[in-house]
């Protein structure tokens, strides 16, 4: 068996993995954050409360349930794509089961649906929510499971998943377009319908491309999974990195998605300049996408944890910004803070999903059984039940000090929205890097793991 260059005795990379295969795998991540995004920004805090006309106390809970349902679904769908047996794959092929699903039910649920009473609106959110969560997971699920399969190494793995961010930046991008785009074909509910339609089909059809571009190793499929869906849970429980890789992860998205969230309401009713919001984002965006290469060289010479607390502790200390800013200052100071927290936003993002395959490698090694889905299922889980939960709380808060709908809010009001969108992100960021200090899956440690796995697997 060849040798990975610099990692002795470690299975070498696939020739397959070039950048025309690692650009259209990001694809999948484009789809995916397009709609996470597009629902953490102008879903419950905006289309739900000002355009559908739900209360905002409901409204928090139209997406905490279908987190609820998630907890449940995200594992078991991984754990079905680790035991799947098709001819075409243990992944790929939900990619085609769930494509259209995912498209019909996003345009469904920014339908202004003709219900008079506040239960009947609740319902049809949350079922479609629901619905949408559902195709999402027999996507997300086998399409993050293929990463630690496609790349093996320590450093492919950190490439590969720059690419997925960089589909995943760019579905920020296509989130942020929504509202404007909205209000450009109509605005109101019309407006929201019409750009949802045309998303629907945008989201549905890279999966086809996604399909064709990606691959999977026989030998992997051809390892049958002898432990119960039940005992695989106990043990990723009880794997003690796994748990914390978790706990930084789960800080770095709720803090990212209550950022999300909130911001829309910052420059509305504090800042007082709702139009400045896409270009901040828009900026964001960009710098993140810019330091990509910057962190992907840097991780070649440090390991994944340190990178981590680096960027985490970047973007807190750029916080600052927001929470000292007032509608009286120039706008270029505002303008200065995105490209500036995009540089700790790209690495809060993208470390933890290019640690994750090191655990199921550890857990391989382990247990002797490739169980890539259970692992990035409740992975996947985390990364929309963070989002939920800081919009949840985010709303919970916001209808006791008297947020409603309409162009004014209380003083009260408008103080929790700047604490939520400025210290409470800092908060969670600083735990994750209580979380992330002395990860013990360093560079050395994941090759002398990878170097016992082909030991084994030669015996």
């Not at 319908?193 to 890279?206: D, E, F, I, T, W």
Request: with cysteine; proline share 5%; glycine share 8%.
């Amino acid at each position: 068996m060849s040798r990975a260059p610099g990692e002795a005795g470690v299975r070498a990379e696939d020739p397959r993995l070039g950048f025309p295969r690692k650009a259209v795998f990001g694809l999948g991540d484009y789809t995916v954050n397009t709609v996470l995004s597009s629902l953490s920004f102008y879903y419950v805090t905006y289309f739900l409360v000002q355009v559908a006309g739900l209360q905002i106390e409901y409204a928090g809970y139209v997406q905490l349930i279908a987190r609820f349902v998630d907890a449940f679904t995200d594992p078991a769908m991984g754990r079905i794509s680790d035991r799947t047996r098709w001819k075409a794959g243990r992944r790929r092929p939900w990619f085609l089961i769930g494509a259209i699903p995912f498209g019909v039910s996003f345009a469904l649920l920014w339908w202004d649906a003709p219900l008079t009473t506040q239960a009947g609106k609740f319902v049809y959110y949350t079922s479609v929510y629901t619905a949408l969560s559902l195709a999402m997971t027999s996507l997300s699920v086998p399409y993050l499971s293929l990463q630690p399969e496609m790349a093996l190494g320590y450093d492919a793995r950190t490439s590969l998943n720059v690419f997925r961010n960089v589909g995943s930046i760019c579905g920020v991008l296509a989130a942020i377009a929504f509202l404007p785009l909205a209000n450009g074909l109509g605005g109101g509910s019309e407006g929201f319908a019409r750009v949802a339609l045309v998303y629907g089909v945008m989201l549905s059809a890279p999966w086809f491309a996604v399909y064709r571009a990606t691959w999977e190793r026989p030998e992997f499929q051809h390892r049958e999974s002898q432990m119960s869906f039940v005992e695989g849970l106990r043990i990723v429980a009880r794997h003690r990195n796994y748990r914390q890789l978790m706990g930084l992860y789960l800080c770095g998205r709720i803090s990212m998605d209550l950022v999300a969230a909130m911001l829309v309401l910052y420059f509305a009713y504090w800042i007082r300049r709702p139009d400045d919001l896409p270009l901040m984002i828009l900026l964001l965006m960009l710098s993140s996408l810019a330091s990509l290469p910057l962190w992907l060289r840097i991780s070649r010479r440090t390991d994944k944890g340190r990178i981590f607390v680096v960027g985490s502790l970047w973007w807190i200390a750029s916080q600052g910004v927001l929470l000292w800013a007032a509608p009286d200052w120039p706008r270029w100071t505002l303008l200065v803070f995105a490209p500036l927290a995009g540089i700790g936003y790209a690495v809060v993002d993208l470390m933890p999903w290019a640690m994750l395959g090191e655990v199921v490698d550890e857990d391989d090694l382990a247990t002797g059984e490739r169980r890539e889905g259970l692992y990035f299922g409740a992975f996947t889980f985390l990364r929309k039940l963070a989002g939920s939960l800081a919009v949840f709380a985010a709303s919970q808060l916001l209808a006791a000090v008297g947020y409603a709908q309409g162009d004014e809010q209380s003083e009260p009001t408008i103080l929790a929205i700047r604490l939520l969108t400025t210290l409470g992100p800092a908060l969670f960021l600083a735990v994750g890097v209580w979380f992330a200090w002395g990860y013990p899956l360093t560079r050395e440690r994941h090759h002398q793991i990878a170097a016992d796995l082909v030991a084994r697997d030669r015996r």
